[in-house]
Structure formats: structure tokens, C-alpha cells
């Protein structure tokens, strides 16, 4: 006769069974869930319809970027709703494609600039979204602006609106630009570690904070120029725009605090007294004032409006031009890295496979580079300037966009252009190179941890665990300084400069677009358009065609990125949000990207550290 399984093993058994049946049971709700909303939303009517005499609604909504990084298509559909966080990227194409089509649009009658969710974009793509807003006013059309606050760079685009208006309990916050960060050179020493430095050029400061706890003067001159510089561009901007003294948005703390009384210690009357703002609406109030200008919406509850992402899915209905001669577009934006590299950065490899794909393809005439790039790899980028070399000698012109940097390794890419293009305000310049080496001998050795041993030669025991011998390490500076003769030579043989010449302007400096100009690193001020147009005439085409030349996803990568995005719109909002977790995490990749930044073969850099104002 069978035993009876004891009450203990029955409650265990009991317990797993219900544990399990809530699992499978969770597991298959998630599955035919997510079954459904596919069938749903493949089967759903997309139509997006644009009322009459509506406004368009900018709620850009994350960082402008002139190329989206490669992330996995169930996170990018996640991201991709109306309901957006600010976590994602907005590329600048489409801002600029909407504003324009919104231009010529006639049942479009204003815009609304919603810029809460705005995140870190350069000045120089938020000048180019400016001078389509002022294309879109040349019209007729108007133009107001809307918030609960304006920071810094929202500000700057708001200032190109008609009206601005700011939310009774809200702020402008205008501090202006800074330059700080950590130094850790007394921590290294008393944790043992060594770092040897070798670089070339009295600004290249990238090394700073691991051999010195302060900023050197020389990196102190160099920083204030160019924060002043480019502070004064965007001042002389708003204020041109507002029709105010450019000043009166720096203020001193004294100055500060007089305006904050005369407001009675009111930061939305102090910005209304400054006139920085024209008038204070609650978000009813607005709401109210719109459906005065535009009428009330179809379903009684708002005014007519369409918002940015439908409106783009509207402007993107049009076929393209389908002509036999382009001009190519490719984006060079990130840190410039070795081998194959994603979306979103620059591979040595990666990049230069989409140049030689515009030299092989016949019906490409001509290539614009656009370059938004701090630098990184030296190896890398010559790469990819020996790519840009092979394009020319193939009779394609190579005309350079700068965006809102080109600087170090993102220079070097572009020397070799036939024409560059820069705006007012991107980073360029800092021609200089350095390499570091860290190792931890007395940091193990206070452990009690040694590293011992023979070869055949010096290079054999070369190790991060022992110390860098006086000959090596001349050996290191003289391959550093090598490759600075380099740099300054192909600066001075690509824009007909002395040596002289260059070396007085490089040793690291970095510059702004304006100031490259007046300098001969540059040939012109303009936009990505102004570089097709010139790419365009230099290879002689009277009608032609634009391509962003670029990886394809493979077949099964396609179609699971359009079936998420399409699904997306049908989830529930908070799956589509970022968790409390991945914020905090995101705050990372910034210190993982610089990072990854690091991985030349040889150990040798072309980067802007100062390229992140």
C-alpha cells in the first residue's frame, strides 16, 4: 500500500502548482495579448486626417540628432507612440521636413512650439529648425510658443515664435555656458594608479584630469574664448529675435535678484517684465486662446490641431523624387570607433563601407558628408578619410556638412573634402592628438600582488600590471608627436596653409564655425541644404535627387520594427514609458560611451573632450 505524502510535501506540492498555473496563465495573457494587438492594429484604419485651418503642434519630444542610434525595434516601438518621454531622438531631418511641408500646407494656419520635453540638442540644429520656423512665418502663418518653463536651448527656439507664453507658476532659466568637471589626480596617486600621458598641443586637455586636480590656464584661456564666442551667438540671436538688449539675458546675481523683487519674487513676472515672454496663460487659458485662433477641435474638448509625429507620418505619404542622378547623404555622427559600428556612431569599417557603396553606385554623382563627431580613433579616421580620397579620384565631389561638431578626428575626416560647410556655431578644429596608458604596479604591489618575468624583448612584457620604462615611453611620445607632424601636415596641404600656420591654430585648440571661417579651417557658413546645393553643382546636375545612403535592415529585422511600431500606438502608456531603473541607468551611457570612445589599436586619439557644451 502507498505511502501518503506527508502534509509538508503536499503544501510544497500544492504551493508549486498554484505558483506554476499563475505562471503559465500571466505568461499566455501576455501572449495572446500581444497576438491581438497586432491583429489589431495591422487591421486598423491609420488614416491621420488634417482639419482645416488647424495648428501644428511641435511637441518635439527627446534630442535632436542628425542620425537615430540603432536600438532594438521592440524598444523602439515601445518609444515610438505620441505618448512620448523624452528619452528618444528626433532626427533633424523630419523636424525640418514637417515645418517646411506644414509651410506649404493650407489647411495649416499656425504653429504651436510644445518644446516641455525638449532634451540637450546643439545649438546649431536648433538654428536650423529656427530658419524654417522664419521660412514658415515668410508665409504669413504665425507662430507661439507655449510652456510651464523654458530652459536654455528651449528658449532659443521659442525665441523665433511670434508670441511666447509662459505658465503663471513657470520660469525662463537662462545661466549661460560653463565649463566644469572632475580631476582626479590626487585619488589616482593615493590609490596607486599611474597614468602616462603623451600628447601634443597645449590645449588638447582631454588628459587633464588625470594629471592635474585643477584646469590648467591655458585650458581655462582656450574655454572662455570659445564659451564667449558662442554665447554671443546665441545672445545676439534672441535678443534679435525678441527685440532686446542681448544683456539683459546674462545677468549678474545682483541684477538677478533686483528684477526678482521688482516682480515681488515672481520668476514668471520677472520673465514678463524682462520680455522674455509676452504674456501668462494657464494651460486652460491657452487652450481657450487657441480655439479662439484656429476653432475648436472635431471632438469638442481642444482646439484643431495635428502634433509633430502625425503630422510627419501625413508628410512622409508623399513619394519621393525618383531621378537617375543624387547626391548622397552620409551621416558620420558619434564617436568615431573601430571596425563595424551601429547606427548612431562611426566605424572605421561601418562608415567607410557606406562611402564606397556612393563611390560603386552609378547614379550617384556626388557626396555630402555630414559630420557630427567629437573624434576618437585615429586609425579609424583615416579610414575613412582614405575613403573620402577614393571618392574623389572617382570624379564624385565630397562636400563636408558640419554639424554641431567636427572636431579632432571629426576634422581629420573632413580635411580632404573639396568644399566644407560649418554653421555659426559648430565645434571644429582641435587638431591635436594624444594617448594614455594607465597601470596598476603599485596599486598591486601595496596588496602584496607583483608581476614578473622574461622575454625576448621590452614590447613582450609590456602589461598594464608593470610600469612603462623610460624607453618605451619615449617611444609612445615619438609615435604622439609623429602623428601631430601628421595632423598639421594634412591640415596645411589640404587648405593650402604653412605648417606654421596650422600649428598656430591647432595644439588642440577648438574653435567655433564663425571663427573657423575667419581662419581658413573652413570654406563657408551653412546648412546640410546649402551643402547639397553646392555637392549638386560641383558635379554639374541641373535636376537631381537627395539619398541618405545607409546600412538596410535585413529582411526579418524590417518587418519586426514595422509590426511593433505599428502595434505600439495600442499598448498600454505606461509600457511604453521608461522605468525609474532605465532613467537612472541612462544617466550612465554618457561615461560608457566615452569609454567605448577609447579602442585604437596603436592607442592613439584624435578627440574633443570639450565638445559637449
Known amino acids: 500500500m502507498p505511502t501518503k505524502p506527508s502534509i509538508f510535501k503536499r503544501m510544497f506540492l500544492l504551493t508549486w502548482n498554484t505558483v506554476n ?63 512620448a518621454d523624452g528619452s528618444g531622438e528626433i532626427l533633424l531631418s523630419d523636424v525640418l521636413l514637417v515645418i517646411n511641408n506644414a509651410a506649404s500646407d493650407k489647411r495649416i494656419n499656425q504653429i504651436v512650439l510644445d518644446l516641455g520635453m525638449l532634451r540637450g540638442t546643439g545649438i546649431s540644429k536648433l538654428q536650423s529648425i529656427g530658419n524654417a520656423i522664419e521660412s514658415f512665418k515668410a508665409t504669413g502663418k504665425s507662430v507661439v510658443a507655449n510652456a510651464n518653463w523654458y530652459g536654455q536651448n528651449q528658449y532659443f527656439l521659442a525665441s523665433f515664435a511670434d508670441k511666447i507664453y509662459l505658465n503663471p507658476q513657470g520660469s525662463v532659466e537662462i545661466e549661460g555656458l560653463g565649463r566644469y568637471r572632475l580631476y582626479f589626480k590626487s585619488a589616482l596617486e593615493k590609490l596607486q594608479i599611474n597614468a602616462h600621458v603623451f600628447r ?131 551621416v558620420a555622427k558619434g564617436n568615431i570607433l573601430n571596425g563595424s559600428q551601429p547606427a548612431g556612431q562611426i566605424g572605421g569599417e561601418s562608415t567607410s563601407e557606406l562611402l564606397r557603396k556612393a563611390r560603386f553606385d552609378d547614379s550617384v554623382k556626388a557626396v555630402v558628408l555630414r559630420v557630427d563627431s567629437p573624434g576618437g580613433s585615429a586609425f579609424a579616421s583615416e579610414q575613412i578619410r582614405q575613403e573620402v580620397l577614393a571618392l574623389k579620384a572617382a570624379n564624385k565631389p565630397v562636400i563636408v556638412s558640419m554639424g554641431s561638431y567636427a572636431a579632432s578626428g571629426g576634422y581629420w575626416i573632413s580635411a580632404s573634402a573639396d568644399y566644407i560647410y560649418a554653421t555659426p556655431t559648430t565645434l571644429t578644429g582641435s587638431i591635436g592628438i594624444f594617448g594614455m596608458v594607465t597601470t596598476f604596479e603599485d596599486a598591486l604591489a601595496s596588496i602584496g600582488v607583483h608581476t614578473d ?72 557658413l551653412g546648412e546640410l541644404e546649402d551643402a547639397v546645393t553646392k555637392a549638386a553643382e560641383m558635379a554639374s546636375l541641373d535636376t537631381f535627387d537627395t539619398e541618405v545612403i545607409e546600412r538596410e535592415l535585413s529582411p526579418q529585422e524590417q518587418f519586426i520594427q514595422e509590426m511593433f511600431a505599428s502595434a505600439s500606438s495600442y499598448l498600454p502608456q505606461s509600457m511604453t514609458q521608461s522605468s525609474l531603473l532605465e532613467s537612472l541607468l541612462s544617466k550612465w551611457s554618457g561615461v560608457i560611451e566615452e569609454f567605448k570612445a577609447f579602442d585604437d589599436p596603436n592607442g592613439v586619439y584624435l578627440y574633443c573632450d570639450t565638445c559637449n557644451y
Open 21 to 83: 498555473g499563475l505562471r503559465k496563465l500571466f505568461l499566455n495573457l501576455i501572449f495572446f495579448g500581444l497576438i491581438a494587438v497586432i491583429i489589431v492594429s495591422l487591421t486598423a484604419d491609420d488614416g491621420v486626417e488634417v482639419e482645416d485651418g488647424a495648428a501644428l503642434v511641435l511637441n518635439l519630444s527627446g534630442v535632436i540628432v542628425d542620425q537615430k542610434r540603432q536600438v532594438d525595434p521592440i524598444e523602439a516601438a515601445m518609444k515610438s507612440g505620441g505618448e
Open 200 to 330: 601634443v598641443g597645449t590645449f588638447k586637455s582631454a588628459v587633464e584630469p588625470f594629471i592635474r586636480d585643477d584646469m590648467s590656464d591655458a585650458a581655462k584661456e582656450a574655454n572662455l574664448v570659445l564659451l564667449n564666442d558662442l554665447w554671443q551667438s546665441y545672445a545676439d540671436t534672441v535678443a534679435a529675435n525678441r527685440g532686446i538688449d542681448s544683456d539683459s539675458l546674462s545677468l549678474s546675481a545682483d541684477d538677478y535678484l533686483a528684477q526678482l523683487d521688482k516682480a515681488d519674487g515672481k520668476s514668471s513676472e520677472m520673465a514678463l517684465n524682462m520680455k522674455w515672454v509676452d504674456g501668462l496663460k494657464s494651460a486652460e487659458e491657452f487652450r481657450l486662446s487657441m480655439v479662439d485662433a484656429v476653432g475648436k477641435s472635431a471632438d469638442g474638448e481642444s482646439y484643431k490641431h495635428i502634433d509633430f509625429y502625425d503630422y510627419l507620418s501625413v508628410a512622409k505619404t508623399y513619394p519621393p523624387l525618383s531621378l537617375n542622378d543624387k547626391v548622397g547623404i552620409v
Open 453 to 524: 618575468g622574461v622575454g625576448t624583448s621590452e614590447w613582450a612584457g609590456f602589461s598594464v600590471t608593470k610600469g612603462l620604462t623610460p624607453q618605451i615611453k619615449a617611444i609612445i611620445q615619438r609615435h604622439i608627436e609623429r602623428g601631430y607632424l601628421d595632423f598639421i601636415s594634412l591640415v596645411a596641404k589640404e587648405r593650402d596653409m604653412s605648417l606654421e600656420q596650422v600649428d598656430n591654430i591647432a595644439q588642440g585648440r577648438v574653435w567655433t564655425g564663425r571663427k573657423a571661417l575667419e581662419l581658413g579651417l573652413v570654406d563657408d
